[in-house]
């Protein structure tokens, strides 16, 4: 059974930081892309970032970029989700995805097969 569990969430004042994780068992995810996505309340869900199993490969938010950043252990089939600069904006249930597809189908969450139940990141201002 494929399991995605995150951790990580919070609460943090603004300009503050925080790191998710996301532990992956259940399966091999070779070929997949890990991803992040977050929902605020009475919002839409909304990619944040996507890397490749591999690691070759990174997807970003055009907005977030140089806040947010995404990297993985493959050794603890954990990917991570390093947030910096934090602003109230920013708060919102955050979840991890894992799937396969291009980029389009992944940053759209259309490609992704699995998810976790999410983590909740509040930043106060």
């Known amino acids: 059974q494929v399991q995605l569990v995150e951790s990580g969430g919070g609460l943090v004042q603004a300009g503050g930081s925080l790191r998710l994780s996301c532990a992956a068992s259940?399966?091999?995810?070779?070929?997949?892309?890990m991803g992040w996505f977050r929902q605020a309340p009475g919002k839409e869900r909304e990619f944040v970032s996507a890397i490749s199993w591999g690691g070759g490969v990174t997807y970003r938010a055009d907005s977030l970029k140089g806040r947010f950043t995404i990297f993985r252990d493959k050794d603890k089939n954990t990917v991570y989700l390093q947030m910096n600069t934090l602003q109230p904006e920013d708060t919102a249930v955050y979840y991890c995805?894992?799937?396969?597809?291009?980029?389009?189908?992944?940053?759209?969450?259309?490609?992704?097969?699995?998810w976790g139940k999410g983590t909740l990141v509040t930043v106060s201002s």
């Open positions: 995805a894992a799937g396969r597809g291009g980029r389009t189908a992944v940053v759209a969450g259309t490609a992704m097969e699995y």
């Open positions: 259940g399966r091999a995810f070779s070929g997949y892309f």
